[in-house]
């Protein structure tokens, strides 16, 4: 990240902050897999306020909330405030305020309120003089997508620290950072719809058959090996969801048969983007990208359903500090 000039308290003054979004899950890996997307990215500015605690000055979008106690950035830019302050920092003024402009889809599946928290911890925390660690920074990111998503890291690790992240364990929390093979490319369908994750995850299953457990399972394993190895094809077989996919693939009109086109036209696999709608396709190189792209944004038109689609890459960096 990018050191900013000090302010008082060897504080900044101003900061903004610049988040991707990813895909959660990453097929079989349900909340312990996911990869920062390269692209779109939601931004946050903070700035020192005369107000007390957090004013959230724009949410981002009308759909989202005004309320800085309902908005993930203020949510998760309040916790940081709160700890630094517990700890004894020196503050600039009595609070912040957080300006959020949103490139990502609402309730679109690209990890967006993710990408937010991530956003408004950072900002908060490069006002504050950046002096808390990885886990406390994830803490506060935490407990707010848990708020609007549930308690899971597999959107929020990878927005903030980049790449592909496995999720060893939430209570505690311990993540690691994934080699990305190399040439993968990623194919994001975006049909016109939206699906809260809390409707997503309210389909789940309580419980699954051990033959169920034991094929996720080995599923994760092979993706972690094939990341390790650089093996694209073992990475594209193991995208095989035998949980989510299929209790959400009800709710996604055209999903099934995207999945179908992407296969066809020669992805290595392909799934749903965290809760949805999203689909992902995973490619090697360029070129099948984009004939994925196409296959999948055409079998969503004859669905009746308008989808944009972009080729990308993992996002290697994560959250960005800029300088303002």
């Not at 090996?225 to 990475?235: I, P």
């Not at 992902?280 to 079998?299: I, S, W």
Request: one cysteine or more; glycine letters at 10%; charged letters at 15%.
């Amino acid at each position: 990240m990018t050191a900013l000039a000090p302010g008082r308290s060897g504080a900044v003054m101003r900061a903004v902050v610049s988040v991707p979004g990813g895909i959660g899950n990453l097929g079989p890996g349900l909340d312990v897999l996911g990869c920062a997307v390269a692209g779109r990215r939601d931004e946050v500015t903070a700035e020192w306020s005369d107000a007390p605690g957090v004013t959230l000055l724009e949410a981002g979008h009308p759909d989202l909330p005004s309320d800085p106690a309902r908005h993930t950035s203020a949510i998760a830019a309040a916790a940081v405030f709160d700890v630094a302050r517990r700890r004894g920092a020196q503050l600039s003024a009595p609070g912040i305020s957080l300006r959020v402009r949103k490139e990502l889809p609402l309730a679109g599946g690209q990890g967006g309120s993710a990408a937010s928290a991530v956003a408004g911890a950072v900002a908060a925390h490069a006002l504050l003089g950046s002096t808390l660690d990885q886990t406390m920074l994830l803490q506060c990111c935490l407990l707010a997508e848990e708020t609007v998503a549930g308690r899971h890291l597999d959107n929020i690790a990878p927005s903030l620290l980049g790449g592909i992240v496995l999720v060893r364990s939430v209570d505690p929390i311990d993540v690691v950072r994934l080699p990305v093979p190399d040439g993968l490319r990623i194919v994001l369908a975006h049909p016109a719809q939206r699906l809260r994750t809390s409707e997503a995850r309210g389909v789940l299953p309580a419980s699954v058959p051990r033959a169920v457990a034991v094929h996720q399972i080995a599923q994760v394993a092979a993706i972690v090996a094939a990341c390790h190895a650089n093996d694209l094809a073992l990475l594209g077989r193991s995208i095989d969801d035998h949980i989510a996919e299929p209790a959400r693939a009800p709710l996604l009109p055209g999903f099934l048969d995207a999945k179908e086109a992407a296969m066809t036209a020669g992805a290595l696999g392909a799934s749903i983007s965290g809760a949805g709608p999203t689909a992902f396709a995973l490619t090697a190189g360029e070129e099948v990208a984009e004939r994925v792209a196409a296959a999948m944004q055409a079998a969503y038109e004859r669905a009746g359903l308008e989808c944009s689609v972009r080729v990308t890459h993992v996002d290697p960096h994560g959250a960005v500090v800029k300088t303002a």
